[in-house]
């Protein structure tokens, strides 16, 4: 299967083209035709299987009718809405949107907490119709009045089940109550517990069911390996195993803000050049330490769970767990950064 087969544009064919992607994944081939048939989904998947371009390709082909190059904003209604649960996975969502969407007139933005609100009103005033955003930051532009979600056609939630596990119930309550009742929703996250199956069913209508992997299991493309260690002697093998395995680059996992920054002061004490990505720094310092990290500046970089969902870092040989992770759920989306 080619994805000329799925029911997509010429635009957003040549656009996949132009990324090197001959062949659909299974949750492309399974989610595309799906969404584009008009149907609620549920759908779950490893991560670096290809999700986002399973929701973002047919929900560009969707809103590609009524595309226009028009400057009036009331043209430029938002349509589309994507939920994600952090800064980072809305960041790789919306350039997911901007990459496939290259060729259409569509105007799309991303929005989050952490920096100036006021060019993210500018922009969504001019009108957009894809807003890709953080659930918090979005509730402030509904209360600015910057936004208007009353002609929403696809709601997705990514990572759904992160999203619920960091208590975003609430404002998601309060967003669904501001869309259109007859709209399309779209839940997307690399695991499925019952819980979340029982609270979809809530939000949606007779979902369809999409799972490509077994639930909370990990990719077999990923080589897994356990050192047993004692306790005061784990940043020691850390460091005699970057040395000693000549890796260039690695994310490690903390459980804890304060060991993140613990364990990186300590890493470089031992000459490494590393840094910490946590929930408690600012965006600002947050995306300025992912660029180093992604321009190869830092060959270490220490994460904890919430930082690290979205990230996306071309070639990345390993992964450590320093700290093991307290669910499976975790374990499955800590690996998938490899």
Known sequence: MSFADLGLSEEI?????????????????????????????????????GKTAGFTLPILRRLQPQANNSHSPAMHPVRALILTP???????????????????????????????????SRELRAGVEVLVATPGRLLDHVQQKSVNLSRVEVLVMDEADRMLDMGFLPDIRR????????????????????????LADQFQKTPLLIEVARQNQTSDQIEQRVLAVELWRKRA?????????????????????????????????DGFSADSIHGEKSQ??????LAEFKEGKLNILVATDVAARGLDIDQLPFVVNYDLPNTPED???????T
């Open 284 to 289: 600002q310092q947050r995306i300025a330490t």
């Open 331 to 337: 374990y499955v989306h800590r690996i998938g950064r």
């Open 86 to 120: 952090t800064r980072e996975l809305a960041d790789q969502v919306g350039d997911s949107v901007k990459l496939y969407g290259k060729h259409l007139p569509l105007r799309s933005s991303v929005v989050f907490g952490g920096v100036n609100i006021e060019p993210q």
């Open 175 to 198: 967003i669904l109550a501001l869309l259109p009742a007859n709209r399309q929703t779209l839940l997307f996250s690399a695991t499925f517990s019952p819980e979340i199956k029982k």
């Open 13 to 49: 064919l040549r656009a996949v083209a132009e990324q090197g992607y001959t062949e659909p994944t299974p949750i492309q081939a399974q989610a595309i035709p799906a969404v584009l048939s008009g149907r609620d989904i549920l759908a779950a998947a490893q991560t670096g299987t």
């Open 237 to 269: 093998v850390l460091a005699q195993l970057v040395r000693k395995q000549k890796i260039p680059q690695v994310i490690v996992f903390c459980n804890t803000r304060h060991g993140a920054e613990k364990l990186s002061r300590d890493l470089i004490r």
